[in-house]
């Protein structure tokens, strides 16, 4: 990523571990905290994303292979169950 591209700046707290253990992830790959964290965002906007395209794929799925009108409310609920199991 280039700087000349970056326009706002995000100031964070961190715990002093949180951010010794970010030191060190950075200078293993050679690279700045700030990279690092900016790469740290960037993959949780994709899984962000990821998610909501397989949710819809899902939805989609659903209504090829039963033919049956799709119950809103269960469906829901199944997105819902799958979503929370997956989250840390």
């Known amino acids: 990523m280039c700087t000349a591209t ?3 700046r995000v100031q964070i707290l961190l715990d002093p571990a949180q951010y010794a ?3 060190h992830e ?3 790959h050679r ?4 990279s690092l964290i900016r790469e740290a ?3 949780r906007l994709k899984r962000s994303k990821q998610t909501k395209v397989e949710a819809l794929e ?3 799925a659903s209504a090829d292979v039963t033919g049956q009108p799709i119950v809103w409310e269960e469906v829901k609920d199944s997105f819902e169950r799958d979503y ?5």
């Open 6 to 8: 970056l326009e706002r």
């Open 21 to 23: 253990a970010l030191e």
């Open 26 to 28: 950075a200078s293993v």
């Open 31 to 34: 690279q700045s905290v700030a």
């Open 41 to 43: 965002v960037d993959e």
């Open 58 to 60: 899902r939805l989609f």
């Open 84 to 88: 929370l199991r997956d989250l840390p």
